[in-house]
């Protein structure tokens, strides 16, 4: 692929073209989801360049070139499998046992936690609740052009892993979760 310049003009009045070659307003649902998916992206390219942690960057890595795939199933309309969407299913079962491999090392989680510990930690969680986003975005688009199931399950499993590996973050830095102090009614505040 080579790019001779960025812009290009054809978006000025406010279309954009998909993967198959159809215009739409650029605040379509499709558009807007996968929009969803690459800002994800690039919140998880900011908690790499936090991370000191080469095992967790490497995950990262992968994560980050999986959405993207993303992006561009979301670009073509259709719900058709592909080799793409397969790979998702992979992914989701590889997420899996590595949110139980961390899971069992930080112990039961036996309180809320909020975003924070490490500045790597709370920017997992900021990609976290961004990866969610994307997915209630994707969910919104499917109810009206049906996307295949993997790519909802995948952003599902997404924020899940990303919680986790937050958590991990903190026990590999060796600096505690912020856990949630519920209110006790006797504030004065």
Known sequence: MRITRVYTGAGDLGMTKLG????????????????AVDLANSVLGCARSELEDTELDTILADMQHRLFDLG??????????????KLFEQRIMDLER????????????????????????????????????????????????????????????????????????????KVADVTWQPATGTDKT
């Open 98 to 173: 590595q949110m139980d491999a961390w899971f069992e090392q930080q112990g039961p989680l036996e309180e809320f936690i909020l975003p924070g510990g490490t500045k790597a930690s709370a920017t997992l969680h900021l990609a976290r609740c961004h990866v969610r986003s994307a997915e209630q975005l994707v969910v919104t688009l499917h109810q009206s052009d049906p996307v295949h199931p993997a790519v909802i399950k995948y952003l599902n499993r997404l924020s899940d892993a990303l919680f986790v590996m937050a958590r991990e973050a903190n026990r590999r830095a």
């Open 72 to 85: 561009g199933v979301l670009c073509v309309p259709g719900a058709e499998a592909s080799g793409v969407t």
């Open 20 to 35: 198959d070659g159809s215009q739409v307003p650029k605040d379509h649902p499709r558009v807007t989801a996968y929009g």
